[in-house]
Structures are given as structure tokens and as C-alpha cells.
């Protein structure tokens, strides 16, 4: 049985080897036609479109929605501040609270009070 491998296994190799060497840049060089290449580049690029559609919506939510959050923010600040007795005095260490709490929103992070306390980009590390 061993004489036989040993015979064996070199032609079956060979004829591998043979047959890789006669079908092997056949195969490779093949080359697409125009039509084919016609209908991959179409459906590159209707692939490459629609997701630049959907990125650009998606930005546009993103942002829709960081601008509301911003004027609520707002809103509510002037809320608090048009409220009577807003101007009394504060204890310190409740102010400083409050200032903390406020420059982690996106709306005040840049504020120079926020910058002071955290440096640039305040909030950014409090997420």
C-alpha cells in the first residue's frame, strides 16, 4: 500500500500541478464586457447614492434634533431667570452646582464660565 502512495502522490501532484497551469490564467484572464462592467458600475454607484442619502438624512436628524435640545435649553434658562426672586442671593456652593450641572449641556459647554471651571470643551468629558 505504501508503494502505491509513494507512486501515487507525485502524479496526483503533477497533474495538479499540469492542470493549474493550463486553466489557471485562463480563468484569470477573463475579462468582464462592456455591459458587464456597464451593470457593476450602475449598481456601484446607485449603491454609493443611497448611502449618501441616507448619511445626509440621518446628519439632518442629528441636528434637527441638537437644535431643539439647545432652545429648550434656552427657553428654560430664560424661564428661570425671568422668574421673580431669581435675582436673590444663592449660597455659593449651591451655585456652583448649578453651573457645573449646566455647562455639561451642549448649549453651554463653550460658555466662558464653563471653559473657566473645565476648560475647552467642558461636556464633552462628562460623557
Not at 445626509?56 to 429648550?72: F, G, L, N, P, Y
Not at 434658562?77 to 442671593?89: L, N
Request: aromatic content about 2%; some cysteine; proline content about 7%.
Amino acid at each position: 500500500m505504501t508503494r502505491v502512495l509513494r507512486i501515487a502522490v507525485p502524479l496526483l501532484l503533477v497533474a495538479i500541478v499540469i492542470a493549474a497551469a493550463i486553466f489557471g490564467p485562463r480563468a484569470c484572464s477573463r475579462k468582464p464586457t462592456p455591459v458587464e462592467t456597464i451593470r457593476v458600475d450602475d449598481a456601484r454607484s446607485a449603491a454609493i447614492a443611497e448611502a449618501a442619502i441616507g448619511a445626509a438624512a440621518d446628519t439632518a436628524t442629528a441636528m434637527t434634533e441638537a437644535a431643539k435640545i439647545d432652545a429648550t435649553t434656552r427657553e428654560n434658562d430664560r424661564a428661570i431667570r425671568s422668574t421673580p426672586g431669581a435675582v436673590a442671593p444663592v449660597p455659593v456652593a449651591v451655585n456652583d452646582a448649578g453651573v457645573r450641572a449646566l455647562c455639561v449641556r451642549s448649549a453651554y459647554r463653550d460658555h466662558p464660565r464653563c471653559v473657566a471651571l473645565f476648560g475647552p470643551r467642558a461636556g464633552a468629558a462628562g460623557r
